[in-house]
Structure formats: C-alpha cells, structure tokens
C-alpha cells in the first residue's frame, strides 16, 4: 500500500510507502494514546525499552552517542579551515553537542533538536544546594517507564563520600502534578509539582512516581521560588 504526502490544486500526489505521520511521536508522547504509533514504519528503540522490550537500549545508545562524540571531535581537531575561510555555519555537523539521548533517558522527554521546540518532558531535576537548574553533581537518573499516569525512575549518587540532594519536578514547566511518591512498599502523598530526596552516600532506589499530566499551568520558576497555591 502507498499513501499521499502532499495536496495541490489537482489533489493528492507523491506518493510513499510509509504513511504520512510527520508528527507521530510526538502524538504519542503528548496523548499517551498507542494507536499513534501504529502510524510509524517501526516502534522506536526508546519506545521499545519503556515499554520492556529492550532493556540493552541505554547501554546502547550511550555507546553509539559516545562514539559519535569522538568522531565530530577528531574531525573538528583535522579541519583544515581558518575563521578566516569557514562560513558561519559549517562546523554545525560536526558540534559534539550530543544531549538527544540524554533527554530522552533522564528526563523521559523529546529532544528539543535544532527547530526550537519547547521541552517536553515528564521529569526535570533541580539542585537546591547550589540554586541551580540540572541534576547535581554525582546524581545519576534513569526513566524507566512512562505510562498515563505514571513515571518509573532509578536515582543514584554515586559519589562514596558525600550525600546529596535533587528536586525531582514534574515536566519541564512544572505542568505535571505529582499525586505521590512509591519507594519500595512505602507510598508519600506529594500533591504538588515537585518533591526532595535525599541520597546519601552510594545510595540509589527506584521510584515509582504517579502524575496527573498537564494538571498545572506551566512557569519558569524554580521549585524553591514557587509558591504552593
């Protein structure tokens, strides 16, 4: 089967194989609904690994990132130009910026890529000791599942010597409303759009993170400025 991917003033033409679904991840990401994905040539490796089906997924792509990585930089180190001979924006394939997999791993989010998007993502971390938005230092995150109303994440410090401590926010903007807090068998009520855990020294748990999506309206302040209504 074929289908169209453009319309004119004679009506629908080139047409593809693979169905016309510019924006099908997205769909999914933002509706939760899985017949979105149907409109994919193939479930994305990500999708796969939330779902349970490929857990070799995060050791994987940190590899291939990795690797990409040191391949843009040896190519920055051999490139003959001068500032004087490069266009503005030649060296933009070879920028070793690699932050794709990452969203997606520890924020369970969209990358943003180069087109301007807002961050969509379920989790962002804050550190309250040094007032600053990312996750602290020696703090480790792996989202592990997403679902409707749920987020499954792994935090590790994995500093040996000092405790630390990270804010845990639903969505980028504070837009999700986070019900309660799993650790173990032991459930917190939060009913906010944020909560703290501290870790201590080599420390690390699971979480199981139950949400309301798109409960809140979404702000720039930081959690420690925000203001419980």
């Known amino acids: ?24 991840l997205e769909m999914y990401y933002w509706s939760m609904d899985r017949d979105a994905l149907e409109l994919l040539p193939s479930k994305p490796r990500w999708i796969a690994y939330l779902d349970g089906e490929d857990p070799g997924y995060p050791v994987a792509a940190l590899q291939e990132d990795l690797d990409a990585v040191r391949k843009r930089v040896a190519e920055m180190r051999s490139d003959p130009t001068t500032p004087d001979t490069r266009l503005s924006d030649d060296p933009n394939h070879i920028n070793p910026a690699t932050t794709e997999t990452l969203t997606q791993l520890m924020l369970g989010g969209l990358p943003t890529g180069r087109v301007g998007y807002p961050l969509h993502c379920r989790l962002r971390y804050f550190d309250p000791t040094r007032r600053r938005a990312g996750i602290p230092e020696d703090v480790a995150a792996l989202v592990e599942k997403l679902t409707a109303d749920e987020v499954v994440v792994t935090l ?4 040996v010597l000092q405790s630390r401590t990270v804010i845990v926010q639903g969505g980028a903007y504070a837009e999700h409303e986070i019900i309660d807090v799993t650790l173990g068998e032991v459930t917190s009520p939060v009913g906010y759009s944020h909560f703290q855990v501290q870790l201590g020294p080599g420390a690390g748990s699971q979480l199981r993170i139950r949400t309301m999506r798109y409960a809140n309206q979404p702000t720039l302040a930081f959690p420690w400025s925000a203001s419980k209504a």
């Open 1 to 24: 089967m074929i289908y169209p991917h453009m319309y004119g003033d004679n009506g629908w033409y080139e047409y593809r194989p693979r169905k016309f679904a510019p924006a099908a």
């Open 156 to 159: 590790v410090n994995t500093s």
